[in-house]
């Protein structure tokens, strides 16, 4: 389903978060907008952010009437076209986590896409897309403009409040995608474009942190009441602000690798790697869901579906943390029916791969020294190659399985040791 026809506006952009909101919460799970807009011609910078914001909808597609100029990413500047490869390449790699998500969406009735108050019904802020939201003082040329608008808005009330109402409709938006990820939506990038603060819920029962996703480091901000305040500056030259949820688990595959990745099928082969957020305590969960990517054989069990369980430990010197798998059931028909998966003795449809070969740690309180894999779960654990790179109290350790060989996940006996 998607939102009707658009128009090529900033205004229309921001509005696809509020109305894709609507449908996700009523219990619409596959869904869009025409990302540049059905009618009229988006400017370039337009079309970028909106393809930046497009592979946050589930259902992700550029489109529009006959009538409007070509748009294709290689019609524009190499700059804009590498710039919207990268966000599709991005949205590719995540092909795992909207797996799924979107499978736990249909079995269970959990919207795909949330407002903030979903999660955090506690949270004061959550209540809307734009309540979470702070604009700040333009600057420079936006500031000098704001200064001239204001002029002409004293001598005409009535233009005073139909740029009221356009600064209301401009206003970035914040949702989720899944239980991990919190992104803002953001059309304006040039020199009006206001700075601006986000309010990210924190949870009540623990220590609990957000993570920069862009800049692969946690978020560093004022704390209030149940949340944390970031600033963020709108550029043509950067992502929109992206944020994961501390405690996170994120399957992704490596979508830049060669060859290229021309349709979703092309990832199956490929192994898996595990994004692991740490929270406040040292912990993070997440689901990996594996079947042959069609059809309804998964209905009778034919399926690998994973909880990946990370452990505190490096929060506390000289102790290790640890990362397993667990096999869980999967709900189908709203929580009416449960079905259980393979296990080791299943075997993989041709050219789909339940392997994971490589682990990427965030947030890590202590510097690790080592990391050591345990195949079998027999205590037998053999070295890992890792590279640590951070600062102190936020270090990120990536470790490399392809030197000691690849886990499956239909395997529920490994484990990986981090000292």
């Not at 667990?326 to 296990?343: C, K």
Request: charged share 25%; aromatic share 10%.
């Amino acid at each position: 389903v998607w939102t009707g026809d658009n128009r090529a506006t900033a205004s229309d952009l921001l509005m696809s978060v509020d109305l894709l909101l609507s449908l996700s919460h009523a219990g619409v799970p596959f869904i869009g907008a025409d990302v540049g807009g059905f009618f009229g011609n988006p400017s370039e910078a337009l079309l970028l952010q909106w393809h930046r914001l497009g592979v946050w909808y589930p259902f992700y597609r550029q489109h529009s009437n006959p009538e409007t100029k070509r748009r294709e990413p290689w019609l524009f500047s190499e700059k804009t076209q590498r710039q919207i490869k990268e966000s599709v390449l991005m949205r590719y790699s995540l092909t795992p986590y909207w797996y799924v998500t979107m499978l736990e969406s249909v079995g269970g009735g959990v919207p795909v896409l949330r407002g903030l108050w979903y999660d955090f019904p506690g949270f004061e802020k959550g209540t809307g897309t734009t309540a979470a939201i702070r604009l700040r003082e333009p600057t420079g040329q936006g500031k000098r403009k704001k200064r001239r608008v204001e002029a002409e808005a004293e001598a005409r009330e009535t233009r005073e409040t139909e740029e009221e109402e356009e600064q209301e409709e401009l206003h970035p938006r914040i949702f989720q995608v899944g239980d991990a990820f919190a992104v803002v939506a953001v059309a304006a990038v040039d020199s009006d474009a206001s700075p601006f603060s986000v309010s990210l819920p924190l949870d009540a029962a623990g220590p609990s942190r957000w993570f920069d996703w862009n800049a692969e480091r946690v978020v560093k901000g004022q704390e209030g009441r149940g949340s944390v305040d970031v600033e963020c500056v709108p550029s043509g030259d950067t992502q929109i602000p992206i944020f994961v949820r501390g405690g996170s688990i994120v399957p992704t595959k490596d979508a830049v690798a060669p060859p290229a990745v021309k349709v979703t099928g092309d990832l199956q082969g490929r192994p898996f790697e595990l994004r692991v957020f740490v929270n406040g305590d040292g912990s993070a969960t997440g689901r990996v869901f594996v079947d042959k990517g069609d059809g309804y054989e998964f209905e009778s069990g034919d399926f690998l579906y994973r909880r990946v369980v990370f452990s505190s430990g490096l929060s506390r010197a000289h102790e290790g943390s640890v990362l397993k798998v667990e096999s869980i059931p999967l709900t189908l028909q709203g929580g009416a029916r449960s079905v259980q998966g393979g296990g080791e003795e299943w075997t993989a449809p041709e050219g789909v791969s339940d392997e994971v070969s490589k682990v990427l740690v965030y947030g890590l309180a202590c510097r690790p020294s080592s990391a050591s894999l345990d195949p079998e779960g027999s205590g037998q654990a053999q070295s890992v190659p890792m590279q640590v790179e951070g600062e102190e109290g936020d270090w990120k350790a990536t470790l490399d399985l392809e030197a000691v060989g690849r886990v499956k996940l239909r395997n529920v006996r490994w484990k990986i040791i981090l000292r």
